[in-house]
């Protein structure tokens, strides 16, 4: 894990039909993909009635001690109404606070595509079957690529090594997802991990299960992803990073990915704040962005106002 060392550079984004549009270029997927209209439309959605677009909640678990939010659910999706306004496609986000139970969630119903942050329940996946320290050299170098760089190429290898869609499923299964399944088939090379759905929820369980005792990955395993997530590349530590406060450590895993069919971006960040004794799983996914600048500003703005009113900064 590291301390983030310097601010990243904030993307401007002018508003919509008042001045042109400005994009900061960032690395892009060294591939595209073609998504059919099935695969575009929203899954069919499993679990309770969530709140009306425009509505979330924040909700305390019974974790055995009372804890009082700063402000209300409705105050924070005020902002984001407000913020989301002008800008196109559809956002999910969602925050916990491990250490209270505290949540809170925005437009939590929606199913949208993972892109590269798929990545992490790929090597989780290939974690279960086998410890880190029994894996070959050639395989720790992919693993390390993959997360780090997000390596394509080494994903599509893992991919392969963890049994498809089908491994994949049934990791996240045993890591307690409900929305996330592998996409089965020969995709476009092999990019079936890339257009799996997903749902905020389980992208925020699949954090909870790296500093969580109680899931099946062995302790030394779950330190060598997050490790990994709080080394990425220069140009690639985006994302919920935004939100830090000083001090605070952040492993991340972002994915940006166009559609061929749209010529649009899912853009998407998902990880952990840290800070000492506390953690933050934050999830936050987009679609439908015109460059992958413009959806990396918006997933940073959405962030940064869920967390400041969440949580605030300490010192």
Excluded at 39 to 58: D, F, H, N
Excluded at 62 to 85: C, F, M, Q
Excluded at 290 to 298: K, L, N, S
């Amino acid at each position: 894990m590291i301390v983030r060392a310097k601010a990243i550079p904030r993307l401007v984004i002018a508003l919509a039909l008042v001045m042109p549009l400005v994009v900061v270029k960032r690395p892009v997927e060294d591939r595209t993909v073609t998504v059919s209209s099935s695969e575009t439309a929203p899954a069919v959605r499993a679990g309770p009635i969530l709140p009306q677009a425009g509505q979330a909640r924040m909700v305390e678990e019974s974790l055995g001690r009372e804890v009082v939010p700063p402000v209300s659910g409705k105050r924070i999706s005020k902002r984001l109404d407000h913020y989301l306004a002008g800008r196109p496609g559809p956002v999910a986000a969602m925050v916990k606070d491990l250490a209270t139970g505290r949540v809170y969630r925005y437009h939590a119903d929606e199913r949208l595509i993972t892109a590269s942050t798929a990545k992490v329940q790929i090597l989780m996946a290939l974690l279960l079957r086998t410890p880190w320290k029994k894996l070959s050299a050639g395989v720790r170098r992919d693993a390390e690529m993959m997360i780090r760089y997000s390596d394509n190429h080494a994903a599509d290898r893992l991919w392969l090594r963890i049994g498809g869609a089908e491994g994949f499923g049934a990791a996240g299964k045993r890591l307690g997802l409900k929305h996330t399944i592998g996409v089965p088939g020969n995709c476009v090379d092999l990019y079936c991990w890339g257009i799996t759905r997903t749902s905020v929820d389980d992208q925020v369980r699949l954090m909870e299960a790296l500093v969580s005792g109680k899931g099946p990955l062995k302790k030394d395993d779950r330190e060598r992803v997050l490790k990994l997530m709080g080394a990425v590349a220069d140009g690639q530590d985006w994302g919920i990073s935004a939100a830090a406060c000083d001090g605070e450590r952040v492993a991340l895993k972002n994915g940006w990915l166009k559609h061929v069919s749209t010529k649009r971006w899912a853009t998407i960040s998902v990880g952990l704040i840290r800070d000492d004794g506390r953690d933050y799983a934050v999830a936050v996914l987009t679609e439908g962005s015109p460059e992958v600048g413009y959806g990396i500003a918006t997933v940073e703005g959405v962030t940064k106002r869920i967390m400041q009113d969440f949580r605030g900064c300490r010192g």
